[in-house]
């Protein structure tokens, strides 16, 4: 019992806790300076794996390529919560505590001579003009407040920083998240293996939508300038075979379905579907997504496998012969085929072209848009809601509303002063100097 | 033609925004008390043409300013003056501090200008009540961490000159000190608020409220450091020089994260600093 009672007085002693702000700061810096994971393709780290394998050893050991997930980083988390709740926990009950009328010592007394006797009721109103309320009062000495709400300040913005962790926890643990692009025509099964992008709790299994969704129609429009203006996928909702009306996904409103919210997501493009023949009949039907280029004058790139098939095709797309638009006009496709390092194939073709590849038939089928949506089955976030809310009020309250105590005693018309304050200290000292002045006057 | 104006009453505020910064400098480097109040007064002036400027810029592009960086620096800058004029307003012994707001603000605006005033239009992610709160609450920090930089480094500058007669009639080392704790305590409410409705917005948009992109990951870099230097202030009792120097290393951070890193990494953020 001791030892969990010295453990808590330590993580939250003043400098323990700098030192638990030092160290998330170097977290958060590795966590911009070091490639991460989630931010880098797979590729990436196997590229770095080869080019330099101690390094990577090393940084992969310290998991330091995936910071935010990791054993130590989550340890340091958990470290802030237990010393947040702690220090909260202390707070509060220091804070409930009714508090000792402490007098201060006489040599700390300012002395000012009123000249003529000042009773304490003028005091109490002089006092009221500058918002200083009564909190105690004897024969001989009263003592003023102001913002005596200061002291739940700490109180106030620790709780909210401590619910935002708990909601960052909660939603590391059972979050469910999902990116999958849909042609449209298609549908998504809304299966956990369908998905392109997963990223679950660490107490998730699995991320099966429960339902299908159909992409009916993607929409895109642009400002003159060629920045995105709006886009948005209307979708049919298919569950258990019921087909739901016709629903639309926009940006900033997502699509709320028996607890998954729908969220368009800025990746989309164009598919292109080309069908290969071999001389033997058997066919392969392949969609090659291509995304958006970040300006018009640009083509659609990409360069893939054929599946089950040697060919890498490297396409240079444009929606529009005018090569100025994302939209689908007359749509024209340089491509090039590679067997290795060979070429075998190269030209402009149009959707509805068929190709001869080494004796293949290849048909450019058709083009169509293909939309990224992310489903998310989320943690109720209004922990995390109500944690911002209140943290902004506590740090209020800590910065904006200092607390101030001022004790006054008189006897015949010598009045003595004395004032304390938590924060700006010689600000309040000025404060207290035109006080002084003001009394010697009236 | 509406553009070109807008660029013309820019020029103008600059012109006053120096004119000001030569006073101010004047009177901080001569130590002549005189030049404050016109300083002040031609900062004042300077905010009429930058205001307008913003408004045709405003009315041009259909949305407020924080597209691009001519708008971003130009808008930060404007808050940036009218919170030091309230501030030199309401505290008279504060406006020496000009000497380091004012070119600060007339910098960001010309190289606003010189970087990208073409226009830009709105994202659709950038659509949301959300980014209102989070923009205003950015440059209200901006505005508080310059000014909390300015006090401190006069506190830097009268440590060193103690007995000339113009920093003797600044305030005292311990309330220009204690000014930079009060404008850091302004930044850090700011700041915070800024990353809440940005985190609410980006649970909105995205379906996450946190997702380490690289402008999130530094903003809460910048708002650690501001946390440590509030903590250090209270816990280990740090002030005077050493809190001055950690202020000048926070407002460092703070500037890479608005301004420099939108511009070397790939974001979500990127967007609006283009």
Known sequence: MKIIERFFKTITKPKFVITLIILTLIATFIGVMVPQVSDKSPSYFEEWKLKSPKTFYIVNLLQLNRVYTSAWFLALVFIILLALGYSLYQQIKRNIKKREFAPPAAADWDFIDTETVIEQESLIRFMRG???????????????????????????????????????????????????QVMEGEVFSGMHEDFLVKDLGALQQRFDVGFKTRLYKFNHEYWETGQIKDISSSVNIIDKDVKTKEKTINVNSPLKYNGINIYQSFDYGYALTFVLKRPDGSETVTHFLLDRPDRRTKPFVGSTDFPQTPYIFRMKFYPDISMNSYYLGRPILYLEVFTGNNMIFKGLVIPGDMMDIEGNKVKFEDVRHWSGLIYVKGVDMSIAYIGF?????????????????????????????????????PLFAEEMEKIKEELSEQ | MNSELQIIFNWIAIGFYIVSTVFFAYSVSFQKEKTLKPAILLALIGLIPHAIAIAIRWKITGHGPYMAKYEVLSSNAWITVLLFIIAAWRIPRLRPAGVIVMP????????????????????????????????????????????????????????????????????????LDAYSYKFIGFGFIFWSITIAAGAIWANEAWGRYWGWDPIETWSLITWLLYGLYLHARYFLKW????????????????????????????????EYFR
Request: a positive charge; hydrophobic letters at 50%; glycine letters at 6%.
């Open chain 1, 389 to 425: 809310f209140i943290s902004c009020i506590g740090a209020s309250i800590i910065f904006l509303l200092p607390y101030k105590e001022i004790f006054m005693s008189h006897k015949g018309s010598m009045l003595s002063l004395y004032g304390r304050t938590n924060r700006y200290k």
């Open chain 2, 239 to 270: 002030q005077g020089r050493r809190a001055a120097w950690l202020m000048v290393v926070c407002f460092v951070f703070s500037v890479l994260t608005i301004f420099i890193i939108p511009f070397v990494v790939e974001s979500l953020h990127s």
């Open chain 2, 104 to 175: 600060l603000s007339f910098l960001m605006m010309a190289f606003g200008l010189f970087m990208s005033p073409e226009i830009r239009r709105l994202p659709p992610s950038l659509r949301s009540i959300w980014l209102i709160i989070h923009v205003i609450f950015n440059k209200l920090a901006a505005g508080a961490i310059i000014i909390a930089l300015g006090t401190s480094m006069l506190y830097l500058l009268k440590e060193k000159r103690q007995e000339s007669d113009f920093y003797k009639k600044l305030p005292s080392l311990d309330v």
């Open chain 1, 130 to 180: 500058r918002r200083y309320f009564l909190k105690n009062r004897s024969d001989d000495v009263l003592v003023f407040s102001k913002n005596s709400i200061n002291r739940w300040g700490g109180v106030i913005f620790h709780s909210g920083l401590f619910l935002i962790i708990i909601a960052a926890l909660v939603g590391l643990a059972f979050q469910k998240r999902g990116f999958v």
